[in-house]
């Protein structure tokens, strides 16, 4: 998706690169994939923004993340109707460059809180199945509120860069392109930039999951200790919890995270070596990193399903809410008129 990428005879080229290929898939590819991320993505995001609010009494530090985590998606998928409307116009910006640059920087930073949200998510419950004492001490709402103060700080000063970055530039009296990325003259920065901003808010956040998830894995392998039946089922369904937390966070890093910076990251390598690449590797990881640009996306629909599949405060909420109604519907029709 980078938008200073090589013209074919479809695009007027924007720079002195050597290689020229063709791109037009994306201009079909990436509304209509940001079409149907937008639609799935509102609907979840606005469903368990609701639900969590109804419980806003009772919020435990899971539910904080899960709120922030809620937020950055609905936030970043707002941002979509833009880069929808961008891309089936085929790269023409009309909306001028301060918006531009706002756009980009609030995709990116939302992209990344979302990141960081799960990694506190998964950290609390690998205190939670392995430390559960040490837990009740490090696991509190009150630190669970600044460890989210804290994300947004980082993640928001990390991302300001791209404020600068993100430029537009007139290929015609009538035709403007929203760099993703940046201008060509700065481009040695950027990726630069970009690397360091994959290594922080992306490798190392992985590999803190990755290992929580590997000690929770074995600790949930050890045979029980001899309990009462009551704490036994409520064992079994605190491992059954953590299961499901672990495979989806882990797909979602999988599936949307890994594919989008692997290819980003080749890609940029590839432009910046650019005499020592050829054409064909060089067009390879473009369509690559244009394919795994909305892997990137959904995790926006797939992180609702976290709440829904790993917590029981999505559906016990659904479930209380439906009694309720029914309560007062039969209330209603057994009142004499």
Same mark, same amino acid.
């Given at each position: 998706?980078?938008?200073?990428?090589?013209? *074919?005879?479809?695009?007027?080229?924007?720079?002195?690169?050597?290689?020229? =290929?063709?791109?037009?898939?994306?201009?079909?590819?990436?509304?209509?994939?940001?079409?149907? #991320?937008?639609?799935?993505?509102?609907?979840?995001?606005?469903?368990?923004?609701?639900?969590?609010?109804? /419980?806003?009494?009772?919020?435990?530090?899971? *539910?904080?993340?899960?709120?922030?985590?809620?937020?950055?998606?609905?936030?970043?998928?707002?941002?979509?109707?833009?880069?929808?409307?961008?891309?089936?116009?085929?790269?023409?910006?009309?909306?001028?460059?301060?918006?531009?640059?706002?756009?980009?920087?609030?995709?990116?930073?939302?992209?990344?809180?979302?990141?960081? =949200?799960?990694?506190?998510?998964?950290?609390?419950?690998?205190?939670?199945?392995?430390?559960?004492?040490?837990?009740?001490?490090?696991?509190?709402?009150?630190?669970?509120?600044?460890?989210?103060?804290?994300?947004?700080?980082?993640? #928001?000063?990390? /991302?300001?860069?791209?404020?600068?970055?993100?430029?537009?530039?007139?290929?015609?009296?009538?035709?403007?392109?929203?760099?993703?990325?940046?201008?060509?003259?700065? =481009?040695?920065?950027?990726?630069?930039?970009?690397?360091?901003?994959?290594?922080?808010?992306?490798?190392?956040?992985?590999? #803190? #999951?990755?290992?929580?998830?590997?000690?929770?894995?074995?600790?949930?392998?050890?045979?029980?200790?001899?309990?009462?039946?009551?704490?036994?089922?409520?064992?079994?369904?605190?491992? /059954?919890?953590?299961?499901?937390?672990?495979?989806?966070?882990?797909?979602?890093?999988?599936?949307?995270?890994?594919?989008?910076?692997?290819?980003?990251?080749?890609?940029?390598?590839? +432009?910046?070596?650019?005499? /020592?690449?050829?054409?064909?590797?060089?067009?390879?990881?473009?369509?690559?990193?244009?394919?795994?640009?909305?892997?990137?996306?959904?995790?926006?629909?797939?992180?609702?399903?976290?709440?829904?599949?790993?917590?029981?405060?999505?559906? +016990?909420?659904?479930?209380?809410?439906?009694?309720?109604?029914?309560?007062?519907?039969?209330?209603?029709?057994?009142?004499?008129?």
């Amino acid at each position: 998706m980078t938008d200073f990428s090589n013209a *074919t005879t479809h695009n007027e080229s924007l720079h002195p690169y050597r290689c020229m =290929f063709d791109e037009d898939f994306k201009y079909i590819l990436l509304p209509v994939s940001y079409g149907v #991320v937008f639609v799935v993505g509102l609907v979840l995001n606005v469903v368990t923004l609701y639900v969590i609010l109804v /419980q806003r009494h009772s919020w435990k530090s899971s *539910t904080i993340y899960m709120f922030n985590l809620t937020v950055c998606d609905t936030m970043y998928i707002l941002t979509l109707p833009f880069l929808i409307y961008y891309y089936a116009d085929e790269n023409d910006w009309p909306f001028g460059e301060p918006l531009c640059k706002l756009i980009r920087f609030l995709f990116y930073t939302n992209l990344y809180g979302s990141i960081l =949200f799960l990694c506190c998510i998964s950290l609390h419950r690998f205190l939670g199945i392995c430390y559960p004492m040490h837990s009740l001490r490090w696991a509190s709402t009150r630190r669970a509120r600044l460890v989210s103060a804290g994300v947004w700080a980082v993640v #928001v000063l990390v /991302q300001a860069p791209v404020l600068y970055f993100s430029r537009t530039r007139d290929r015609g009296p009538a035709d403007r392109t929203c760099y993703d990325t940046t201008s060509e003259e700065l =481009f040695d920065s950027f990726m630069a930039y970009s690397m360091a901003v994959s290594v922080l808010l992306f490798a190392l956040p992985f590999m #803190v #999951v990755m290992v929580c998830y590997g000690l929770m894995v074995r600790k949930l392998l050890e045979p029980p200790h001899m309990m009462a039946a009551a704490a036994d089922a409520n064992a079994a369904r605190s491992r /059954q919890k953590s299961v499901k937390m672990i495979i989806i966070v882990l797909a979602v890093f999988m599936l949307c995270f890994l594919p989008f910076h692997l290819t980003r990251s080749l890609y940029y390598s590839f +432009r910046y070596l650019d005499e /020592q690449i050829s054409c064909t590797q060089l067009e390879a990881s473009s369509i690559a990193y244009k394919v795994t640009r909305p892997l990137a996306s959904a995790n926006s629909c797939m992180d609702p399903v976290l709440y829904f599949m790993a917590g029981q405060g999505f559906r +016990r909420n659904i479930t209380k809410k439906s009694k309720y109604r029914h309560t007062e519907k039969i209330k209603t029709m057994s009142t004499p008129m």
